[in-house]
C-alpha cells in the first residue's frame, strides 16, 4: 500500500494550495480518506476525512470553511484544497486511509509520507 502526497510548499498569507494524494495497493473506493497536519512537538491534528463514494465529508474544527477535500474515485487521488491560507496552517500535511470514519490519527493503519506546507505572514 502507498499512498504518496504532494503539492506543498511556501506560499504568502491569503494564497490558496491544493494538496493531492496519490493512492495504490488498496481498493480505493473501500477506504475513507483523511488529511491530518502536525508542527514540531504537536499532535498530529485531523483536518478532513470524505467517504468512499465523496459524498459525505467532516472537518476539523479550525477549518472555518476555508477547506475542502474531494476525491477523484477513477485516479485513486483525495485532494485538500486549502484557501486564505493562514501562517498557522503552517505544517506537514498527511493523507491517510481507513475502513471507516474516524478523527483519531492512532486508528489509522495507512499514512502517506507528508508534504509541507509554509505560510509566510
Known amino acids: 500500500v502507498q499512498l504518496q502526497a504532494s503539492g506543498g510548499g511556501l506560499v504568502q498569507a491569503g494564497d490558496s494550495l491544493r494538496l493531492s494524494c496519490a493512492v495504490s495497493?488498496?481498493?480505493?473506493?473501500?477506504?475513507?480518506m483523511a488529511w491530518f497536519r502536525q508542527t514540531p512537538g504537536k499532535e498530529r491534528e485531523f483536518v478532513a476525512a470524505?467517504?468512499?463514494?465523496?459524498?459525505?465529508?467532516w472537518y476539523g474544527d479550525f477549518m472555518e470553511g476555508r477547506f475542502i477535500i474531494s476525491r477523484e474515485n477513477i485516479k485513486n487521488t483525495v485532494y485538500l484544497q486549502m484557501n486564505n491560507l493562514k501562517s498557522e496552517d503552517t505544517a506537514s500535511y498527511y493523507c491517510?486511509?481507513?475502513?471507516?470514519?474516524?478523527?483519531?490519527?492512532?486508528?489509522?493503519?495507512?499514512w502517506g509520507q507528508g508534504t509541507l506546507v509554509t505560510v509566510s505572514s
Open positions: 491517510a486511509a481507513r475502513d471507516g470514519y474516524v478523527r483519531s490519527p492512532a486508528m489509522y493503519r495507512y
Open positions: 495497493g488498496l481498493s480505493f473506493t473501500d477506504f475513507f
Open positions: 470524505i467517504n468512499p463514494s465523496g459524498v459525505t465529508s
